[in-house]
Nanobody, 117 residues
């Protein structure tokens, strides 16, 4: 059974930092494309950052230079380091694992990030 469990969300002042973690189990972590998504109230879920099995990363323009996605394959854990946070970053952040080869996609339950001005 695949599980993705996010942690690290919380309340932070504008300009602050948070580090999100996503602990994965039940899958071959290093072979999946991993991503962080977020959904703000009244808005659609959007892809924030992704990392493919080969290690290449990608970011939405609004977080480039502020957020860093990384993974520890030995620990089956995905991270999102978020710096210089703004109130516009307030959202529920979700971890996603996707295997194109297997045609499977898994989501975590989400963790709330709130940035106060």
């Amino acid at each position: 059974q695949v599980q993705l469990v996010e942690s690290g969300g919380g309340l932070v002042q504008a300009g602050g930092s948070l580090r999100l973690s996503c602990a994965a189990s039940g899958l071959t972590f290093g072979t999946y494309t991993m991503g962080w998504y977020r959904q703000a109230p009244g808005k659609e879920r959007e892809l924030v950052a992704s990392i493919v099995s080969g290690g290449t990363t990608a970011y939405v323009d609004s977080v480039k230079g502020r957020f860093t996605i990384s993974r520890d394959v030995a620990k089956n854990t995905l991270y999102l380091q978020m710096n210089s946070l703004t109130p516009e970053d307030t959202a529920v952040y979700y971890c996603r694992a996707r295997s194109h080869m297997l045609g499977s996609t898994y989501w975590g339950q989400g963790t709330q990030v709130t940035v106060s001005s």
